[in-house]
């Protein structure tokens, strides 16, 4: 569908290379020719984002694609938190900068999980990322993001998984299957997260399961810093990565 300002196309499938589709929703002046594009991924919904600043983007003349990111919402497969974010940037990154309303310049935006997200986008090397704007994140995602000084971080790690499965309680029902009683139980959990700061042992979190949080589980496997978090440690690439970043803490 189209207005005036703006050509909106709603749950575009983008494929991966292995066959996966992720979902997007692209938003792009109402005029001929081509334009630079602000790229979101993100796990908590494309649909989240604020619609007074894409359009007031593409009334600048960019082109603003939202996307669920790897078993988010609306996209197939399974969500594992940082492990798919790198080769899925990548290639979502080449696909807009194939297509006939894209300059080939593409920024990426987003905070927290999706700034981290720009940053293994980035070590990747896509030949048409352009610049990236990650806020509020990490680069180091042991020490930075699960441990802090050996120490698994409970209360953050327990309520972002519970939050974060709750949010996408559709996917978990429609997708894969999740007991309709469970995702109501789920939800309602958002509610009373500090009751499961108790739970012992760690890996028998009640509403924090191997289907709705399977890296939660490889969290807790993984206390030391090994091949699990140098595989995607981006300190490490810091040196090798090109792309222009403008960086914002808080």
């Known amino acids: 569908?189209?207005?005036?300002?703006?050509?909106?196309?709603?749950?575009v499938p983008i494929a991966m290379r292995d066959g996966v589709k992720l979902y997007a929703d692209i938003?792009?002046?109402?005029?001929?020719?081509?334009?630079?594009?602000?790229?979101?991924?993100?796990?908590?919904?494309?649909?989240?984002?604020p619609a007074l600043s894409t359009l007031l983007a593409v009334e600048n003349g960019y082109a603003v694609v939202l996307q669920d990111v790897r078993g988010r919402?609306?996209?197939?497969?399974?969500?594992?938190?940082?492990?798919n974010e790198a080769h899925?940037?990548?290639?979502?990154?080449?696909?807009?900068a194939e297509q006939a309303w894209s300059n080939g310049?593409?920024?990426?935006?987003?905070?927290?999980?999706?700034?981290?997200?720009q940053w293994l986008s980035a070590s990747?090397?896509?030949?048409?990322l352009t610049a990236i704007f990650p806020s509020v994140t990490t680069s180091e995602y042991h020490e930075g993001w699960t441990y802090q000084g050996g120490v698994f971080q409970l209360g953050f790690n327990t309520s972002w998984g519970i939050r974060l499965a709750a949010a996408g309680a559709n996917h978990l029902s429609e997708g894969l299957g999740f007991p309709d009683e469970r995702v109501t139980q789920l939800t309602s959990a958002v509610d009373n997260i500090a009751e499961e700061f108790w739970?012992?042992?760690?890996?028998?979190?009640?509403?924090?399961?191997?289907?709705?949080?399977p890296y939660f589980f490889d969290w807790l496997n993984h206390p030391m810093e090994d091949g699990f978090w140098s595989s995607i440690r981006i300190?490490?690439?810091?040196?090798?990565?090109?792309?222009?970043?403008?960086n914002l803490g808080g």
């Open 235 to 246: 300190e490490d690439k810091h040196d090798d990565i090109q792309t222009p970043a403008y």
């Open 27 to 49: 938003f792009r002046p109402n005029t001929d020719g081509e334009c630079p594009v602000i790229l979101q991924r993100t796990p908590y919904g494309k649909r989240s984002e």
């Open 124 to 128: 990747e090397k896509p030949p048409h």
């Open 1 to 11: 569908m189209s207005t005036s300002a703006a050509i909106i196309e709603l749950n």
């Open 199 to 213: 739970t012992l042992p760690l890996d028998q979190q009640h509403h924090i399961s191997a289907l709705t949080s």
């Open 88 to 96: 899925d940037g990548y290639g979502t990154v080449e696909w807009i």
């Open 73 to 83: 919402y609306a996209s197939e497969g399974n969500f594992d938190t940082f492990v």
């Open 105 to 117: 310049k593409i920024g990426m935006i987003g905070g927290s999980y999706a700034g981290a997200i």
